[in-house]
């Protein structure tokens, strides 16, 4: 099957810096990928939606100079956390779009972040 | 918000078919019911999808009512590995937009 692969897949940061989380789709093309982010014993929560080539689109309450979203190619998304805190320690998973897949949906291993 | 509803938790005997039903009463004609498993801190795993037919694969059975309002996925024999979050979704099928938005979904144990 298709797949997606995130790096890191663990990181742990010191308060106020930022952090970088890459999306990979490995043997395929994204037109759109999507992030999630997910708490302890808690469903995924979709973050934002970004398309290849133009702005992450964010879901309500999550706050788009915090959590920036670059989809500068058709295989690579990346989150960045910026100014990172102890609340923004979390799981975050992406997903991709398989455009040449019938828009097929994928996974990635997910990242998580522990912020000191 | 999600659009399916599912029990919080199922218990299952190893080597016993599960059966992990999910209510969509909104379900739209252009929707397909999506199943995902997710086993502890790892991105989930897709399972199976349909439309209208029942469907089978090498992991599950998919069988979805008439009247597209319910649906219930079925492990045949399960294992413990099968233990897992278990997510049922709609979502526009062959779609480049259609996001996923999750439910609670359903903690199967499945246990000796």
């Known amino acids: 099957g298709a797949v997606v692969s995130q790096h890191p897949s663990w990181v742990i940061c010191k308060s106020g810096t930022s952090v970088k989380i890459e999306c990979r789709s490995l043997d395929f093309q994204a037109t759109t990928m999507f992030w999630y982010r997910q708490f302890p014993k808690q469903s995924l929560m979709l973050m934002a939606t970004?398309?290849?080539?133009?702005?992450?689109?964010?879901e309500q309450g999550v706050e788009k100079d915090k959590f920036l979203i670059n989809h500068a190619s058709l295989t690579l998304s990346t989150l960045t956390v910026t100014s990172a805190h102890p609340e923004d320690s979390s799981f975050y998973i992406c997903s991709a779009i398989a455009g040449d897949k019938n828009g097929e949906l994928f996974f990635g291993e997910g990242s998580r972040l522990t912020v000191l | 918000d999600a659009k399916t509803t599912q029990p919080t938790s199922m218990d299952c005997a190893e080597g016993r078919a599960a059966n992990l039903p999910c209510n969509h009463s909104?379900?739209?004609?252009?929707?397909?019911v999506y199943w995902y498993r997710q086993i502890h801190s790892q991105g989930p795993q897709y399972i199976i999808h349909g439309l209208k037919n029942n469907e089978t694969n090498e992991m599950a059975s998919l069988i979805i009512t008439e009247d597209r309002k319910s649906s219930t996925l079925i492990l045949p024999h399960a294992t413990l590995r099968d233990t897992a979050v278990y997510y049922c979704?709609?979502?526009?099928?062959?779609?480049?937009?259609?996001?996923?938005?999750f439910g609670q979904g359903t903690t199967l144990q499945v246990k000796p």
């Open positions: 970004s398309n290849e080539g133009s702005k992450a689109t964010y």
């Open positions: 909104t379900i739209s004609g252009n929707e397909y």
């Open positions: 979704i709609v979502r526009p099928g062959s779609s480049n937009t259609g996001k996923l938005i």
